[in-house]
């Protein structure tokens, strides 16, 4: 079946503009993250949902990022006045299931990634 | 909190030998997850190994197994046979089993080159 999927690839912004990036799971998957990958660095946590239930958004940098998942499925990941330091990739990542005995429902399956430039 | 610390920024191996990535983490947990990620330069992250910290067998996936020393907090990638295909970056990943608390810790990586 078809994989995370994350639009747009790319995204320049100017500085003091507002983006959103948006993740597309695998179909009935129930988990949902967010993370931030600097350049040359591993991906930070920024948020999770189970379904439509925002669980954990600990990792959000700053008020200007908002995360919403209203369907359960879908998500949109808004950085709002961009600033040049937001530049990164945005990974999204989805699991079967969480707290279930069977761990390969564990697994976070990620998408290619939406790669910011704030100018 | 958890951390995860890969002390080899960058690893090279000849075609076909063997390889070992480093990667050590700290936690105060005795259950949890442990998982190598390969992400290739097109960026999109996958799961090579993943490892549940009350099974005492290491992991293996092929030519990728892993040498958990849960006393020690030591879980290292063994890449046999590299292939170039394998050049990519590692990340080491840690996971608790506590529900509502789902999220990767990584560490910084390290980059695997292949020599032909």
């Known amino acids: 079946g078809a994989g995370v999927s994350q639009s747009p690839r790319y995204k320049v912004a100017k500085r003091g503009q507002d983006v959103a990036l948006r993740c597309d799971p695998i179909s009935g998957h129930v988990s949902l993250f967010w993370y931030q990958q600097a350049l040359g660095q591993g991906p930070e946590f920024l948020t999770y949902f189970q379904n439509e239930a925002q669980l954990d958004k600990s990792g959000l940098p700053s008020d200007r990022f908002f995360a919403e998942r209203p369907e359960g499925s879908v998500s949109t990941l808004k950085i709002q006045r961009t600033q040049q330091e937001d530049s990164a990739v945005y990974l999204c990542?989805?699991?079967?299931?969480?707290?279930?005995?069977?761990?390969?429902?564990?697994?976070?399956?990620f998408g290619p990634g939406t790669r910011l430039l704030v100018l | 909190a958890q951390t995860v610390t890969q002390s080899q920024p960058e690893m090279s191996v000849q075609e076909a030998e063997t390889v070992t990535l480093s990667c050590t983490y700290d936690?105060?947990?005795?259950?949890?997850?442990l998982f190598w990620y390969k992400q290739p330069p097109s960026r999109q992250m996958i799961l090579v190994i993943r490892q549940e910290a009350y099974k005492q067998q290491n992991a293996t996936e092929n030519r990728f197994s892993v040498n958990f020393q849960k006393a020690a907090k030591s879980f290292s990638l063994k890449i046999s046979d590299s292939q170039l295909g394998d050049a990519a970056m590692y990340f080491c990943?840690?996971?608790?089993?506590?529900?509502?608390?789902?999220?990767?810790?990584f560490g910084t990586g390290t980059r695997l080159t292949i020599i032909p």
């Open positions: 936690t105060s947990e005795s259950d949890y997850y």
């Open positions: 990943a840690y996971r608790t089993l506590n529900f509502g608390n789902e999220k990767l810790t």
């Open positions: 990542a989805s699991s079967l299931a969480s707290g279930t005995p069977w761990g390969f429902q564990e697994t976070q399956y």
